[in-house]
Nanobody
């Protein structure tokens, strides 16, 4: 059983940056594809980014491409999301997730474990 804990959320002005972290425990971290999702009030959970277990492949949602960067540090059992040029529409609860597979996937149903989420608020 993998436990995931997100951190790094907060309040930032539009155009600013935040770095989210996802610390994993209880499993073999380097055998999971990791992903970030977000959910704003009244909206569906949205795929943000994913990185496979060899960190050889990353994939981003269209709305964050070119602004967000995902990477992982396997010795530290941690995944990161650098968010630059933030917009008010990026405001949401951000969740990290782990999938027991080595293929990147954008579907939330493909992920086996989820964190509790961290709030990101972007002021205009």
């Amino acid at each position: 059983q993998v436990q995931l804990v997100e951190s790094g959320g907060g309040l930032v002005q539009a155009g600013g940056s935040l770095r989210l972290s996802c610390a994993a425990s209880g499993g073999t971290f380097d055998r999971y594809t990791m992903g970030w999702f977000r959910q704003a009030p009244g909206k569906e959970r949205e795929f943000v980014a994913t990185v496979n277990w060899s960190a050889g492949f990353t994939y981003y949602g269209d709305s964050v491409k070119g602004r967000f960067t995902i990477w992982r540090d396997d010795p530290k059992n941690t995944m990161y999301l650098q968010m630059n040029s933030l917009k008010p529409e990026d405001a949401a609860v951000y969740y990290c997730a782990a999938a027991r597979r080595n293929t990147v996937t954008t579907g939330s149903a493909e992920y086996d474990y989820w964190g509790q989420g961290t709030q990101v608020t972007v002021s205009p």
